[in-house]
T-cell receptor
């Protein structure tokens, strides 16, 4: 069974730009969660989608948004990028939210 | 191949007793280890961490032990409380190579009244 895939794997943007990250969950998984990982803050929860509905949201500004499509694929969007948004963005999928399989991540660098 | 393994999917412990959650890793480059706690319908939250230069780190009721030679770490919760019922993720990273954190699949802890 293929694992969670995330595209792109690496991305470089400049301040003020916007970015869209994509996540394809494991087949059959309906829950997709997004996390931001930074050396200083560790892993921080962004939001979770289940069957196209945002079910839970972490403590991030409105510049961070997401959506989930009918095939469970999910996208995360960050607008008006700031230097502090440089991080590894992880997507995790699961049948439910209790057992999650993480993707390889997208490393975003904001210059 | 899983680099971080939590071989017990679930664990039940009586309230007031000690809960011990185990984690094994395979990558000898890992030098930083973390435990996350996750309630249903919430994202994981950081619990406690340990650097490879230590073999023990304590924070209140939570203690993490690291055995580098065995590539094994454990989380001890004492005394266990009802609010400790959650899924616990073990995670590891190789900070001198890549700060990416590799997670285990989690252990569901049930605290019994």
């Amino acid at each position: 069974k293929a694992g969670v895939t995330q595209t792109p794997r690496y991305l470089i943007k400049t301040r003020g730009q916007q970015v869209t990250l994509s996540c394809s969950p494991i087949s059959g998984h309906r829950s997709v969660s997004w996390y931001q990982q930074t050396p200083g803050q560790g892993l921080q929860f962004l939001f979770e989608y289940f069957s196209e509905t945002q079910r839970n949201k972490g403590n991030f500004p409105g510049r961070f948004s997401g959506r989930q499509f009918s095939n469970s694929r999910s996208e995360m969007n960050v607008s008006t990028l700031e230097l502090g948004d440089s991080a590894l963005y992880l997507c995790a999928s699961g049948i439910n939210t209790d057992t999650q399989y993480f993707g390889p991540g997208t490393r975003l660098t904001v210059l | 191949d899983q680099q971080v393994k939590q071989n017990s999917p679930s664990l039940s412990v009586q309230e007031g007793r000690i809960s011990i959650l185990n984690c094994d890793y395979t990558n000898s480059m890992f030098d930083y280890f973390l435990w996350y706690k996750k309630y249903p319908a919430e994202g994981p939250t950081f619990l406690i961490s340990i650097s490879s230069i230590k073999d023990k780190n304590e924070d209140g009721r939570f203690t993490v032990f690291l055995n580098k030679s065995a590539k094994h770490l454990s989380l001890h919760i004492v005394p266990s409380q009802p609010g400790d019922s959650a899924v616990y993720f073990c995670a590891a990273s190789a900070t001198n190579r890549d700060d990416k954190i590799i997670f285990g699949k989690g252990t569901r802890l049930h605290i019994l009244p």
